[in-house]
């Protein structure tokens, strides 16, 4: 159902309904921003990356293969921008000597008790491939069908990304003195 009536907005957006696309938007807004902060680790650069998404959603509409499924291909699009935004933002960081270290250090975090900061950090501290389908499953709650999906990669191998990455999520807060 969501699925027929996503292709249908998007046949609209490509006749130039532009309310059409204000609906896609309204609908997929919070789930893209959630999955982009949870890359980016912070709230700014989160709402630039998801209205990047949506402007090169915008601008691609006519490259959107109608035999996937909307919410996979913007997804894919926002995990690209917010990849990419990190990227940047760590050369710009990299280049700045005078920039301060970010954030408190673990024994602060777990002395404060934030265990909130420490999830963060420790999916700051994964790979982006590692940080993406941990954000996807279990915060975004997205099958591992669906991963697959907004990925382009097999189940299996969304799986093995998973577990690998749980393990090292898992290392990282027992080095933070969180246990488990």
């Not at 309310?19 to 989160?46: H, K, M, S, T, W």
């Not at 907004?150 to 969304?158: A, H, N, P, Q, R």
């Amino acid at each position: 159902m969501v699925e027929s009536r996503d292709f249908a907005l998007v046949e609209r957006c490509r006749r130039g309904d532009r309310q059409a696309f204000e609906a896609l938007i309204r609908e997929y807004q919070r789930p893209v921003y959630n999955v982009a902060c949870r890359i980016l680790g912070n709230p700014d650069d989160a709402a630039d990356a998801t209205q990047a998404a949506f402007l090169k959603a915008f601008e691609n509409l006519d490259r959107y293969d109608p035999d996937y499924k909307f919410f996979s291909w913007i997804y894919r699009i926002a995990i690209n921008e917010s990849i990419n935004l990190r990227k940047r933002t760590r050369e710009l960081r990299l280049l700045d000597e005078n920039q301060p270290a970010a954030g408190a250090g673990p024994d602060s975090t777990v002395e404060a008790g934030d265990l909130a900061h420490s999830i963060q950090d420790g999916l700051m501290a994964l790979t982006d491939d590692y940080r993406t389908v941990l954000v996807l499953r279990h915060f975004s709650d997205l099958s591992y069908r669906q991963i697959s999906e907004v990925l382009g990669i097999s189940e299996k191998t969304v799986k093995s990304r998973l577990y690998s990455a749980r393990q090292l999520m898992r290392d990282q807060l027992i080095a933070n003195g969180i246990e488990l």
